[in-house]
């Protein structure tokens, strides 16, 4: 059973920093695209970056781009979304996502495992 826990979020001002942090277990990731979405209130469920295990393609939403790095760690089977110069808007609930494809996967419906999220509030 694959089992995805999601550390890292909290309360930080506009223009701050957070590294969120996903840890994977449950089988071998070779094999698996990860991604990271969020939901903020009111508002549905969106694609925020993307990456496959074994090559390390990467792939990001237009409102992230630039300020948004997703990295993996093979030997500790952990995904990573680096997260500067946060505004307001991007105040959220962040999920970690995983799915047994090669490629970058972009919609929620396409991934097979979730997290439970972990919150990121930005303070204007």
């Known amino acids: 059973q694959v089992q995805l826990v999601e550390s890292g979020g909290g309360l930080v001002q506009a223009g701050g920093s957070l590294r969120l942090s996903c840890a994977a277990s449950g089988r071998t990731f070779s094999a698996y695209a990860m991604g990271w979405f969020r939901q903020a209130p009111g508002k549905e469920r969106e694609f925020v970056a993307a990456i496959t295990w074994s090559l390390g393609n990467t792939y990001y939403s237009d409102s992230v781009k630039g300020r948004f790095t997703i990295s993996r760690d093979n030997a500790k089977n952990t995904v990573y979304l680096q997260m500067n110069n946060l505004k307001p808007e991007d105040t959220a609930l962040y999920y970690c996502?995983?799915?047994?494809?090669?490629?970058?996967?972009?919609?929620?419906?396409?991934?097979?495992?979730w997290g439970q999220g972990t919150q990121v509030t930005v303070s204007s």
């Open positions: 996502a995983a799915a047994g494809y090669i490629r970058v996967l972009t919609t929620s419906r396409e991934y097979d495992y």
